[in-house]
């Protein structure tokens, strides 16, 4: 009982049972609609490892999500709720966009320049809400949420200005190829990579993909911040604020500094997702939106499941992308509404915010 009970206090297992809950409830669901769960989850998982593309385009998919994840997770543990990460994501994918275009530099000059538009763009959009909130005290999911609308009809009214319009599309002209980050993008259409895919098809498979280097840039950032948070002055500043922010200010730690530097850096995170997306994944460009893309809203489930870790958001960022992306199998062979999908995410996160019971329930095992 001792053990059971360790294992259940521990935070991964709250996240766990939480998963196993949502596709038992989803499979409930499924059932009293009159579709077999059984079959729905076979094309789930066989829409996500069915096939190598279909592993490569999970990644593809989770890259972006990941690093959303990991911008709301660093700004958690300062204490601030980084709802403006869509906001964020979008100017960050607008900067990379313009700069593709405009800009035609040697690649090693010109990728850099793609993804430091993506990072700058984000880290200034997410500086207005640290900065409005350390200067004035205003809470910044408020102005979050304002500055996310801000940012879709900006996007549209870049879509539509004649500089980068593209005539007969509802989007801008795609970026340069110089900024692409994606792998073997003129040799795969050549026929010796013709030759090689049929020799080879698990790789032509995966090659047929926007395979790109995002998930490398993706993986890299989040241990770099993982290290920032945990291993470094900075991170136990940030930490500290987050945990008590009077104990914290008392202590000697410039609390409104941190709040703007935390919101920043969570912006970076964000543009750097966009402009990996920009780069990496066709058609690179940006269109016009009737809605949000929720890569940042997306970004907040993904750092809820994580528990606020930041190397948890690679995990659950692929999860979360592995959900999405093999949710459309579920659709397609099935029948089943994909929304299915949606209801289980929402059941696994509800459940997770429910962890506390988990713990209290682990508690009366060692009783």
């Known amino acids: 009982m001792e053990k059971t009970a360790k294992l259940l206090k521990k935070p ?17 669901i499924l059932g009293m609609a009159g579709y077999n769960p059984f079959s729905a989850f076979g094309a789930l998982l066989n829409g996500i490892f069915g096939r190598p593309k279909y592993i490569s385009n999970v990644i593809i998919k989770s890259t972006p999500l990941i690093l959303t994840g990991v911008s709301v997770s660093f700004a958690y543990k300062m204490g601030l709720f980084n709802i403006g990460a ?13 700069v593709g275009i405009v800009c035609d530099f040697h690649p090693l000059l010109q990728i850099p320049l793609v993804l430091l538009a993506g990072v700058l763009a984000g880290a200034i959009y997410g500086g207005i809400a640290g900065w409005l909130k350390a200067r004035f005290s205003i809470n910044e ?54 030759e090689f895919m049929k020799r080879h098809p698990a790789l032509g498979d995966i090659l ?7 998930i490398l840039i993706a993986l890299a950032l989040t241990l770099v911040i993982s290290f920032i948070l945990f291993k470094t002055t900075k991170g136990y ?24 530097q935390t919101m920043v850096i969570a912006g970076a995170l964000a543009g750097i997702a966009a ?59 099935t029948g089943a509404p994909s929304e299915i999908i949606d209801i289980m995410i929402g059941i696994i996160i509800f459940l997770i915010a429910l962890k506390d019971i988990i713990r209290v329930f682990a508690e009366k095992l060692t009783k």
């Not at 991964?12 to 409930?28: K, N, Q």
């Not at 869509?86 to 313009?98: K, L």
């Not at 047929?208 to 995002?214: I, L, P, Q, S």
């Not at 930490?239 to 709040?259: C, H, Q, S, T, Y």
Request: charged residues 10%; aromatic residues 12%.
């Open 141 to 194: 999911v408020i102005t979050g949420i304002m500055l996310n609308w801000i940012a879709l009809y900006l996007s549209n009214f870049v879509c539509k200005m004649e500089a980068f319009h593209k005539p007969d599309t509802d989007g801008t002209y795609r970026i340069n190829e110089s900024g692409f980050i994606s792998f073997f993008t003129n040799w795969k259409t050549t026929e010796a990579a013709g």
């Open 275 to 333: 402009a990996i997306s920009i780069s990496g994944n066709n058609p690179h460009n940006i269109t016009q939106l009737s809605a949000f893309e929720s890569y940042g809203l997306n970004g907040l489930s993904v750092a809820f499941i994580a528990g606020g870790s930041p190397i948890g958001c690679i995990f659950s960022g692929l999860l979360f992308g592995g959900l999405l992306y093999g949710g459309q199998s579920v659709q397609y062979f």
């Open 86 to 98: 869509e906001g964020q994501y979008i100017v960050g994918a607008i900067a990379a966009n313009i």
């Open 237 to 260: 500043e940030l930490r500290a604020v987050g945990l008590n922010k009077a104990a914290a200010e008392f202590a000697g730690i410039n609390v409104k500094r941190n709040m703007i």
């Open 208 to 214: 047929r993909t926007d395979v790109n280097a995002g």
């Open 12 to 28: 991964i297992a709250a996240t766990l049972i939480a998963i196993f809950f949502g596709f038992l409830v989803s499979a409930v």
